[in-house]
């Protein structure tokens, strides 16, 4: 077994991740991984829910994909059984993305589809649809000096001494094309395959390994504008733009719209300023969004 630290959890797994920062053997396990006999146990279980490949709750939840099956319960144990013709490195991608964020949800904490950047005062989320540029002004808020806790999920709990966001493994994941045009050496890369042509690419100079306190979100879309313009979200909008923006939110459901789920989404979202940040398409913005997200860093203080 393998114990590595992730999200303020230390996780052990029976699968070996190279890009996690591994945790002491002496640790105490917050969660473990391990695989199981599972699939009928999880296929009876979805065929009581209809045409769903998942069910979603707050103390346990399963999925089934093309390589396998999982079942996740109280926030501490991930069980998966892998289909013919995968091994348990190849659904590795899963047990870190649907699983894990899954588990989060039993444990009271978002996991949010983001990149998530820290500064002298804590770390702020920026999110967006796939095209909207948030990879892109990642990597120039990271010249910029600022540090850097997750660059596609990002754990968002609160706790005693407020809302922390947790941070994931020091590595950018980055499209083949974006490796290419930074000309990086694809030998010195770790390959994923999540259906998308991805390298981990290591950011350990700029990775901040401990939790920091949220300071406010960031929304990017791109619109008709011809310039940027930025907008201070409040009310319910805060709260539907937080949810809309969870890494589990294109797993459309009952779960969505559940009291446990709204009202953690709604402290989470009432505790930090929330901004829309609109950019025009096809036009390079992003230095002058760069410029507007340390404006409102500034502003938030």
């Known amino acids: 077994m393998f114990k590595y630290k992730i999200y303020g959890l230390i996780t052990e797994t029976d699968v070996e991740f190279a890009h996690l920062v591994t945790a002491d053997e002496q640790s105490a396990s917050d969660v473990i991984i391990h695989r199981g006999s599972i699939k009928d146990e999880v296929t009876a279980h979805l065929d009581t829910v209809g045409a769903r490949a998942y069910d979603i709750h707050f103390d346990r939840s399963v999925f089934r994909n093309k390589g396998g099956y999982y079942k996740i319960t109280d926030g501490k144990e991930i069980v998966y059984e892998t289909k013919e013709g995968y091994t348990p490195e190849m659904v590795g991608p899963w047990l870190l993305g649907f699983a894990y964020a899954m588990l989060l949800l039993e444990r009271n904490t978002l996991a949010v589809h983001c990149s998530a950047i820290s500064d002298k005062d804590g770390a702020f989320l920026i999110s967006g649809v796939p095209g909207a540029g948030k990879s892109s002004l990642t990597k120039v808020l990271l010249e910029r000096g600022y540090g850097i806790m997750a660059d596609d999920v990002a754990a968002v709990r609160i706790d005693n001494d407020g809302t922390n966001v947790y941070p994931a493994f020091p590595y950018q994941k980055l499209c083949r094309n974006e490796v290419e045009k930074r ?81 953690l989404c709604l402290k ?22 760069a410029d507007t997200v340390e404006k409102i860093a500034a502003e938030v203080g």
């Open 183 to 263: 000309e990086l050496d694809e030998d010195d890369l770790i390959y994923i395959n999540e259906d998308k042509d991805k390298f981990l690419v290591p950011v350990n100079e700029a990775f901040v390994g401990e939790k920091r306190p949220l300071r406010f979100l960031i929304f990017i879309v791109v619109s008709n504008t011809d310039k940027v313009a930025v907008q201070k979200l409040s009310g319910l909008n805060q709260l539907f733009a937080l949810r809309e923006n969870l890494f589990l939110a294109r797993l459309t459901g009952p779960w969505l719209n559940e009291k446990p789920l709204m009202d």
């Open 268 to 289: 989470v979202a009432s505790g930090c300023p929330v901004y829309l940040i609109e950019r025009p398409a096809g036009v390079d913005t992003l230095s002058e969004m």
